[in-house]
């Protein structure tokens, strides 16, 4: 563990320092597309069930989030132009170097969850809380089209609960079991080689 909080350290702010070009080009796009912040940040539930707030670029106009939690498809009309391709190339989630800079999250790790869902865990499922959240995992890499899935159900939010969740934390619960420094670079691998193909 200790090698694995070195790395998200060394590694975060390696990232922000060598992105920093990045992020000034998607501040000035951003405030030219919309109206708003720079950052969206909303409230998840990290290790031992501690709240923290997640960091993203914002996508979606100002508010869109109480119109639902989840994102339908990639044609959702909340998202702003520039929000689609950021979403598209997963760029909206680079701020989250803060959050593992921090500590709150690492590179790898169960993505984390809004406490809405979490509340419907069961006892088993609630393991995944055992260890920090991360930005990608192999749930992560199984559903990078998660939106289009979602899009295509009848009813979204019960396929999300029904099927979505439960696949993601059955395969987190293998990762909890079955993870070290070897396997969080294989995923890393795994996550960049998948967004590249989109």
């Given at each position: 563990m200790i090698?694995?909080?070195?790395?998200?350290?060394?590694?975060s702010l390696g990232g922000m320092f060598f992105l920093s070009p990045m992020f000034i080009?998607?501040?000035?796009?951003?405030?030219?597309?919309?109206?708003?912040?720079?950052?969206?940040?909303?409230?998840?539930?990290?290790?031992?069930?501690?709240?923290?707030?997640?960091?993203?670029f914002r996508t979606m106009y100002t508010d869109s989030d109480r119109a639902g939690l989840l994102t339908i498809g990639d044609h959702d009309s909340r998202i702003t132009k520039v929000g689609c391709w950021l979403r598209k190339y997963k760029i909206d989630e680079l701020p989250q170097l803060?959050?593992?800079?921090?500590?709150?999250?690492?590179?790898?790790?169960?993505?984390?969850?809004?406490?809405?869902?979490?509340?419907?865990?069961?006892?088993?499922?609630?393991?995944?809380?055992?260890?920090?959240?991360?930005?990608?995992?192999?749930?992560?890499?199984?559903?990078?089209?998660?939106?289009?899935?979602?899009?295509?159900?009848?009813?979204?939010?019960s396929f999300y609960i029904n099927t979505i969740i439960p696949s993601k934390i059955t395969q987190n619960l293998k990762y909890i079991d079955h993870h070290n420094l070897w396997v969080d670079l294989k995923i890393i691998s795994y996550t960049l080689k998948s967004i590249i193909r989109r």
């Open positions: 090698a694995k909080r070195v790395f998200d350290i060394v590694f080009v998607v501040v000035i796009l951003l405030k030219l597309d919309s109206k708003g912040s720079i950052f969206y940040k909303q409230l998840r539930v990290g290790l031992n069930q501690k709240n923290f707030k997640l960091i993203k803060i959050n593992i800079l921090k500590g709150e999250m690492s590179f790898v790790g169960p993505r984390p969850e809004v406490l809405k869902y979490v509340e419907l865990y069961d006892a088993s499922q609630i393991k995944v809380l055992s260890v920090k959240p991360g930005i990608t995992d192999w749930a992560s890499i199984q559903y990078i089209d998660e939106n289009e899935l979602l899009a295509a159900a009848e009813d979204p939010e």
